[in-house]
């Protein structure tokens, strides 16, 4: 058991905090934000994520998990300091570490002894060697510094810290190493893979982790393109990819494209770090630009069935960047709305989680709904922009009797087409729906 500081109450913070607490530790969780820390004091969890309050109630009531923005305190009790805060992209695509910077300052002033100094948060490669020299500038403490990079998703935040595919630890310090595979070592028991190495690797680790997946998903949508103009069935070509054993079938669902906090502002990072090392990174800068036309077509296919959007009505359904979270960073379903209003349309929206967030960007250009009918009142067509179970099950009878147009735009594949238009809907689908289709031609054109 140890005592542990995290330093940042944000996403991975809390989950951070909440994982550790589970994994036997002390945990304190340090914030400057004092709002927020009353809030967690009082109970209330400023994210949503499934199974996350349940488990800090449950520590918090046993003092194993305490907050406070008292970071001198946190600090000077701890064993080991992670850093757990926010590393937001510059309009340069380069990472703002401001907030690291001010945290490690915080640790060096604060630090009584040796302590192990944890790098949670997603830091461009070198910023493990850079703190820890700063930290020995300011401390005469033994302050060595761990990568330890998270691979948590949103929605399955708590389980993934405590069933990991792996944990990176990247240190050159011995002491350390063996601190953190103390803490870590329940997970280890039951199977979980560390990887050691040095900071450099882990810190590019987690950048070409999201990379690649975020690869999978942007190839996956521009095939998922191909097939809607060819009259192929893109579900039919993800199954079969996935048989491949090389290839495996996680992250081959196309989509509206791929949003959320981490793989925009990972691989825009990443590919600043390339183009800074002279090393451009043609494949991540091509991901990143798929992806962004890939979000727009959606408006555009769109406009072209309805022959123009001036003056139409689209319902909208979800604005989270994916199901199970509140969530609206960087979502396809926020742009999906903005490009849809741009073009002249007026979109009644819907999220069960995520209105509020997005409504401090979409502010009143679109109008908020409280549920999934009353969005689709009065529509030209619907859009289905987030995976969220219960628009699985929608009364589709119900759907099309009260909307004014057809058109059912399914950008998450979530229905049988079939299904759909046996309810007198018009099926779009991401990669399965019929329009603009001329293979026999392409097809003769290659031949001759
Ligand atoms: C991701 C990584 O998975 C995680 O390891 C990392 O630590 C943080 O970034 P998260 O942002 O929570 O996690 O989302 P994830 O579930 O990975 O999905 C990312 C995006 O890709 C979402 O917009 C999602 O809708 C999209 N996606 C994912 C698809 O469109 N198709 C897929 O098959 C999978």
């Known amino acids: 058991m140890k005592n542990i500081a995290v330093i940042g109450t944000g996403y991975v ?25 009353n809030a967690l004091n009082d109970g209330r969890i ?59 300052a915080t640790i060096a002033t604060n630090a009584n002894r040796a302590k192990v100094v944890v790098l949670k948060s997603t830091v461009p490669v070198g910023t493990a060697e850079s703190i820890g020299d700063f930290l020995r500038l300011r401390s005469e403490r033994h302050l060595p510094v ?67 997946l975020a690869t999978k998903v942007a190839f996956i949508n521009e095939i998922a393109d191909l097939c809607n103009a060819v009259r192929a069935d893109v579900a039919v070509i993800s199954e079969a990819l996935g048989l491949d054993k090389r290839i495996s079938p996680a992250f081959l669902n196309p989509g509206p494209g791929f949003g959320g906090s981490c793989f925009p502002k990972d691989l825009r990072a990443l590919a600043y770090v390339g183009r800074a090392a002279n090393v451009p990174l043609r494949l991540v800068e091509e991901v990143l630009e798929e992806n962004r036309q890939h979000m727009m077509q959606v408006a555009g296919t769109l406009e072209r069935m309805l022959g123009g959007l001036s003056g139409r009505t689209v319902g909208l359904l979800g604005l989270a960047f994916k199901a199970d979270t509140d969530d609206v960073r960087e979502s396809p379903a926020i742009a999906i709305a903005t490009e849809l209003v741009r073009r002249g349309a007026r979109v009644r929206a819907f999220d069960p989680r995520a209105s509020e967030n997005a409504s401090v960007i979409l502010r009143d250009t679109v109008a908020y709904c409280g549920d999934e009918y009353q969005a689709a009142e009065d529509a030209d067509a619907l859009v289905i922009a987030t995976e969220w179970d219960r628009f699985r099950t929608l009364d589709l009878n119900r759907i099309r009797q009260l909307m004014k147009g057809t058109h059912l735009y399914d950008t998450r594949n979530l229905y049988a087409p079939d299904a759909v238009r046996q309810a007198g809907l018009t099926y779009l689908g991401m990669g399965r729906s019929d329009f603009a289709v001329i293979p026999r031609k392409i097809a003769m054109g290659a031949t001759s």
């Open 13 to 37: 913070g809390l989950v951070a905090s909440a994982g550790l607490a589970e994994l036997g530790n002390d945990v304190t969780g340090v914030d400057i934000d004092a709002k927020r820390i």
């Open 46 to 104: 400023p994210i949503y994520e499934p199974g996350l309050e349940a488990i800090i109630e449950n520590y918090r009531s046993t003092a194993r998990i305490r907050f406070t923005t008292d970071a001198a305190l946190a600090i000077s009790e701890a064993d080991i300091v992670y850093i757990a805060v926010g590393t937001p992209s510059l309009g340069d695509g380069s990472a703002d570490l401001s907030a690291v910077r001010a945290a490690a």
């Open 146 to 212: 761990v990568s330890n990079p998270e691979f948590l998703r949103e929605g399955h935040a708590v389980q993934d810290f405590l069933s990991p595919d792996k944990i990176v630890l990247g240190t050159s310090d011995d002491w350390a190493r063996e601190m953190m595979l103390e803490v870590y070592r329940p997970l280890v028991e039951r199977g979980v893979r560390i990887v050691t190495c040095t900071n450099e690797t882990a810190e590019l680790c987690k950048y070409v982790n999201n990379a690649f």
